[in-house]
């Protein structure tokens, strides 16, 4: 069974620009939730999403977005980009909505390194 | 604000050495914690517990959690090369996949 796939691996923007990563779970998942891991934060989370619709979000502001799509695909964007937002960006499935019934598989990431 | 603290953040030891990893939380509504090693880019999952004093056991590697004093070990015995990694772990908040996680602890097994 393929694992989560994230593309692109890495990514290169300038400030200001926008950007959209993108998640494919692993089948037959669908539960996809996005994290995004730097050295000084660690993992923080971003938002989940279950049968494309956003079920929670975490604490970060409106430029970051995303959206699932029927067939469980995940993408999300940020847009106009910081240099803060350099990061790597983590996506995760699991088959149901609830990670207590089994947990997350993690995808990865898109490295984004913004100049 | 949910809170998840590791202890150690970094730790090098000579490979057959015992490692115990700790992991403390303060969270508003505990579900359950998960331990995850992070190699190169995925962390893979390595233990669930939600249970307080029921030991998790994966070869070499073990687990237990204590409710009461809201922290977690994980411990690996005989070390080898290979378990040189980031630990993490993380609390399952509410009913949703919001994990919160720790900062992780950085391993380094030297032959």
């Known amino acids: 069974k393929a694992g989560v796939t994230q593309t692109p691996r890495y990514l290169i923007k300038t400030r200001g620009q926008q950007v959209t990563l993108s998640c494919s779970p692993i089948?037959?998942?669908?539960?996809v939730s996005w994290y995004q891991q730097t050295p000084g934060q660690g993992l923080q989370f971003l938002f989940e999403y279950f049968s494309e619709t956003q079920r929670n979000k975490g604490n970060f502001p409106g430029r970051f977005s995303g959206r699932q799509f029927s067939n469980s695909r995940s993408e999300m964007n940020v847009s106009t980009l910081e240099l803060g937002d350099s990061a790597l960006y983590l996506c995760a499935s699991s088959p149901g909505w609830g990670v207590d019934n089994s947990p997350l598989h993690f995808g990865n990431g898109t490295r984004l390194t913004v100049t | 604000e949910d809170k998840v603290v590791q202890s150690p953040l970094s730790l090098v030891v000579h490979e057959g050495d015992t490692v115990t990893l700790n992991c403390s939380y303060e969270?508003?509504?505990?579900?359950?914690l998960l331990w995850y090693k992070q190699e190169k880019k995925a962390p893979t999952f390595l233990f669930m517990l939600t249970s307080s004093g029921i030991e998790k056991k994966s070869g070499r590697l073990s687990s237990i959690l204590d409710k009461k004093e809201l922290s977690s070990i994980l411990n690996i015995t005989a070390t080898q090369t290979g378990d040189s990694a980031i630990y993490l772990c993380a609390v399952v908040v509410g009913g949703a996949q919001k994990l919160v996680f720790g900062q992780g602890t950085r391993l380094t097994i030297n032959p």
């Open positions: 089948s037959g998942h669908r539960s």
């Open positions: 969270v508003t509504n505990f579900r359950s």
